[in-house]
């Protein structure tokens, strides 16, 4: 079966008709133009470049191609395409529209491989055989259409390199009681793992410190996929990427979503940089292009950094989610069928999503979840000290994987976990037999600074000292200096797992602590904040492992906010 192709039952197409679902056929309509065939798109744009609402980049860091450290003015390129990622999914649950047109959506939906990197592990199955979903939402910032073109972006960018600019992971728990959502700052520094590009058979190999965003560029969603894989170890189902043209139409189609300021605001300053919003203070219905404005507006918003944008696009989304239950003028049949053009017309997903009607499916699901069981976050984060990326951020050690643990092993981020205690899943011992003490090589690091105090002086000879002491003696320090919150020991690749866990094992750090990752060679113990002094790894108290760091800044569902204005930016 191709890639666009509808599901038949034996020779004809099943299309199921409107009044099975309770649907006036009022709703059916003309098929519309067919999408054009060929390679499917994944936009275009600038390669990590900022703008207006930008601030300053690092050398050589998602700089544009044939525009060499180029980081001009953005104008309206900066679009929030998550809000429309969601909304897809909301409506095509709320409002049936999936069954609108059914082949015509079908030929329009656009498909890519799920992960250009390595095999993703398996779920595990809770208690009562659930397991969750997580679904990686993906903005594109497209300029491959006549349509995207014309809401802004310079002409040089036109046909570039595509950027995921927008990043949420959706986490879907294995009970259907409620939902989780992490955002990416698209100014996350991160490591993007070897992908190769399936229709070119183009083999990317691994970086060193890049833009997060700059992954959509190197093979399409797929390896934006894989580096989330390889920064959080969460098991990703599926992706959908939205080009901006569909924030637009949708915004449009449900006739606005309520926002609000605390004074009256401008998002431009003396040298033309800002997304040109302009509101007073108070609550208003944005659609159109100003719900654009507002999406990728920085200066004007609390400190006027991304992650203030970040805490807009969060309370954008929870009254978008809110006006999507409550708005009646979602039944109006010409406004579905808006909709759900402009939604599908938008949407790239993977391959494992074979229709529409599965779109439809997995809309109805994650209805049912309540608004006041809808958590949003923000990956914790500081501003990162590596040369040449000056503004951008990187995962906060500690903060942040507390968050992606949780999302993992499937615990609600709203604190409202079951009353029964989740049974503890050991974690898995090596089949690889580890091999005898004074023969594993181990490389300490000292971590110890990762509370944003001073590193302890002299931590990672003494750990040396521990570990030759119990027969590691081929134990060394390194001198870097590697923040992290809570003492880790890596390894780089399968044979040394059984390695890893018996260093962990002779010092009692538990072995949910040893992970494969490929940001080292060999085996690395970094030593964290959590021991900096003593013999034996010290044990913690569990109180505040399941609850969701302060630093994510988690946003209700049901919450009402309002955006503090930035001083200088009002009128």
Known sequence: MGQNSVRREGTRSRVPHARELGWDDSL????????????????????????PDGGPAGDGAGRRRGVPGRRGKRGKRRILRWVASVLSLLILGTAGAGYLYYEHLNSKLKKDDLTLGGKMREHQANSAGQTPLNILLIGSDARDS??????????????????????????????????SVISMPRDTVVKIPECKDPDTDKTYPATGWKLTNESLGRGGPGCTVATWYELTGITIDHFM???????????????????????????????????????EAGTHPVKGEQALQWLRTRYGFEDGTDLARTHAQHMYMNSMVRELRENTKLTDPSKLRSLAEAAIGALTVDKGIDSVKQLYDLGGTLKSVPTGRITMTTMPNFY????????????????????????????????????????????????DPAAEPGEIA???QNGTGGDGRFAQKGRAAAVVGILSGKGFTQARADATKNPQDKTVIRFSNAELEGDAQAVAKSLGIPLTSVKKSTDVTGISLIVGADWRQGDTYPKTAPADDNKTPESARALNGETEGCMDVQPGFTW
Do not use: W
């Open 146 to 179: 006549k349509e995207n073109q014309k809401l802004g972006g310079a002409t040089k960018t036109f046909g570039g390199q595509p950027l995921a600019d927008v990043q949420m992971l959706l986490h879907l728990s294995a009970d259907r009681s409620n939902i």
């Open 384 to 431: 990162t000290q590596r040369p040449g990326f000056n503004g951008k951020v990187e995962p906060k050690p500690g903060d942040a994987e507390q968050l992606f643990r949780m999302v993992r092993e499937d615990i609600p981020l709203d604190g409202k976990a079951a009353a029964k205690k989740p049974v503890a899943v050991a974690p898995v011992l090596s089949k």
């Open 241 to 279: 990427m939205i080009d901006f043209a569909g924030v637009v139409s949708m915004a449009d189609a449900i006739g606005g979503v309520p926002v609000c300021v605390t004074k009256n605001i401008h998002s431009r300053n003396k040298q033309g940089e800002g997304s040109g919003l302009k509101l």
């Open 28 to 51: 059916y309509g003309e098929g519309g133009e067919q999408a054009p065939g060929g390679r499917r798109s994944r936009g275009g744009g600038q390669s990590g470049s900022d703008g």
């Open 442 to 444: 181990v490389m300490v």
